[in-house]
């Protein structure tokens, strides 16, 4: 079975330009969660979606959007990029949103750098 | 400050050694999961605990929840290169949307 995929893998990105990050869950799965992690540090919570609802929000500037299909699949679009936006984008799905049975499983993730 | 703290921040072993990470919050946890990483890459499921002072275990790796469920430990026996990488901690924290991460452990096996 396709684990979670993640496209594109790599993207280099201009400051002030926009960026589109997509992810398709695992078959299944209905709850999709996006993660930031910068060089060094832990992935950080940016946004959760289930059922094609947000159902939460991490401490993230409005300049981050997401949304989810029909198909499960989601979109993180950012905005006005900057080069603190410099990171890897993770998405992770689950079968519900927060059971304690449904561990997220991850995507490998889409490298952006901001220049 | 860190909510998560896991340490150490970095660990060298001998391969065949055994060591252990750990994993400590301030708060109460309703979930503690590890995940290992490859650099760059995503992040590969171990393990889960919900329960004070589970334990679990997959193949040389166990890791344990303490009754207070506020530490957690994970312990590799007789270590060996495929065990290299990055371990991260996250859990359910109060308040909290999401998962919360540790910085990570970075794992080095030397031959």
Redesign the interface.
């Known amino acids: 079975d396709a684990g ?1 995929t993640q496209s594109p893998t790599h993207l280099i990105k201009t400051r002030g330009q926009h960026v589109t990050l997509r992810c398709s869950p695992i078959s299944g799965h209905k709850s999709v ?1 996006w ?1 930031q992690q910068v060089l ?7 946004f ?1 979606y289930y059922e094609k609802e947000e ?4 401490n993230f500037p409005d300049r981050f959007s997401a949304r989810q299909f029909p198909n499960y699949s989601s979109e993180l679009n950012v905005n006005a990029l900057l080069l603190g936006d410099s990171a ?1 984008y ?1 998405c ?1 799905s689950s079968l519900v949103v ?1 059971s ?1 049975n449904s ?7 889409t ?1 952006l750098t901001v220049t | 400050s860190q909510e ?1 703290e896991q340490s150490p921040q970095s660990l060298i072993v001998q391969e065949g050694k055994n060591l252990t990470i750990n994993c400590t919050s301030s708060k109460t946890l ?2 503690l ?1 590890w ?1 290992k990483q490859k650099y ?6 171990l393990m ?1 605990l ?1 329960k004070g002072g589970e334990e679990k275990s997959h193949e040389k790796i166990t890791a344990k929840l303490d009754e207070k469920k506020q530490q957690s430990s994970l312990h590799i026996t007789a270590s060996q290169p495929s065990h290299a990488g990055i371990y ?1 901690c ?1 859990a ?1 924290l109060p308040g ?9 452990t970075h794992l080095i096996i030397q031959p």
């Open positions: 979670v969660s993660y060094g540090q832990g992935p950080q919570f940016i959760q159902r939460g929000r991490g890897l993770l992770a927060r304690y561990p997220l499983h991850f995507g490998n993730g490298r | 998560l309703y979930g999961y995940y760059g890459e995503g992040l590969i499921f889960m919900q991260l996250g359910d909290a949307d999401g998962l919360t991460f540790g910085k990570g």
